[in-house]
């Protein structure tokens, strides 16, 4: 369908509002600028906005999945991570950030960090593959959430701690496959820590508490 000029306004908004959020560079912003006031169609003005923001151009509503049992909620609609490559370097995702249905990690001599705690999801199931070689993953995943995990290690090893795992529900699940060859991931439950955090999540559990029983005011990252 033909794009209107309200919604190229629209679009030009949505982008602007992505900038002050950090989420496109002075450059990027321009570019996309451009494109978009120059766009034919709808179809452009969507890609120019999808990996940016989950509001449509036309300002309707996405289509919300119902929240599980610990009120993991998903919001269906494209965008979203696809994949993250760590060389000889890494990566670290936090905050408000947005998953595709699959999302590949690939780390090689290198690592990754991952909180999906207040991540949007952009399915009902999400999968996660995450593939280490001489490297590595830290994964944090959301309270409440369904989550399921298959690994495999060669001269290396996952360390997977989920606590107890919540009743099955309606809500959005979570499938983490791991391959890791000289090189190990981390799964655990829960937003990741800051140092002090973590200091005082060992106290607890010295004291006989599940990591589970953290207190409020434990620092997160």
């Known amino acids: 369908m033909r794009a209107s000029d309200a919604e190229r306004e629209r679009a030009v908004d949505l982008l602007r509002h992505a900038s002050t959020e950090g989420r496109l560079t002075v450059e990027e912003l321009e570019h996309r600028l451009s494109a978009a006031y120059g766009a ?21 509503p996405g289509a919300a999945i119902a929240p599980g049992a610990g009120g993991v909620t998903a919001l269906e609609g494209q965008g979203g991570s696809r994949w993250l490559v760590s060389i000889m370097g890494g990566h670290e995702r936090k905050g408000h950030w947005r998953v595709a249905p699959r999302l590949t990690v690939l780390n090689v001599m290198g690592g990754s960090d991952l909180d999906l705690t207040d991540a949007e999801l952009s399915s009902a199931t999400t999968e996660l593959r995450v593939y280490s070689v001489m ?69 607890l559990r010295r004291a006989g508490r599940s990591d589970l029983e953290r207190p409020a005011d434990i620092e997160r990252e």
Do not use: W, Y
């Open 40 to 60: 034919a169609t709808r179809n452009e003005l969507e890609l120019l906005v999808a990996d940016v923001t989950l509001e449509p151009i036309d300002g309707s």
């Open 135 to 203: 490297g590595g993953a830290e994964i944090h995943v959301p309270p409440g959430m369904q989550v399921h995990v298959s690994e495999f290690a060669f001269m290396g090893g996952n360390d997977v701690q989920l606590g107890e795992e919540p009743p099955a529900g309606s809500g959005p699940a979570l499938h983490i496959r791991m391959v890791s060859v000289m090189g190990g991931c981390s799964v655990r439950r829960g937003p990741k820590l800051t140092r002090a955090g973590r200091r005082a999540e060992r106290e």
